[in-house]
């Protein structure tokens, strides 16, 4: 996340976010599944994790590419999700 995060602000056309059924506390107002793209992306990962998700669209007039891959949750960091 914080390498996305550097990579976009340099560039202006690099952007990440986490895509969670389950977002944090302080991620709810931009987390959690808020676009067919990303529900697409958690299905696709629910039934397939090892492999990843994309699609190009069309934003604003411009092509873009939409990449996911899974994070798979440790027990560890499990309870930062309750």
């Known amino acids: 996340m914080l390498l996305g995060n550097k990579l976009g602000d340099k560039s202006g056309t ?9 977002p944090f506390p ?10 067919d793209f990303s ?5 696709a990962l629910q039934g397939n994790p090892n492999e990843p998700y994309f699609r190009f669209e069309t934003i604003d007039g411009h092509t873009v590419l939409r990449y996911v891959t ?8 499990v309870d930062c999700h309750k």
Request: one cysteine or more; a negative charge; hydrophobic letters at 40%.
């Open 14 to 22: 690099i952007s990440s976010r986490l895509y969670s059924e389950y």
């Open 26 to 35: 302080w991620r709810v107002k931009d987390g959690g599944l808020n676009d």
């Open 39 to 43: 529900l697409a992306a958690w299905l």
């Open 70 to 77: 899974a994070d798979m949750m440790r027990e560890s960091c």
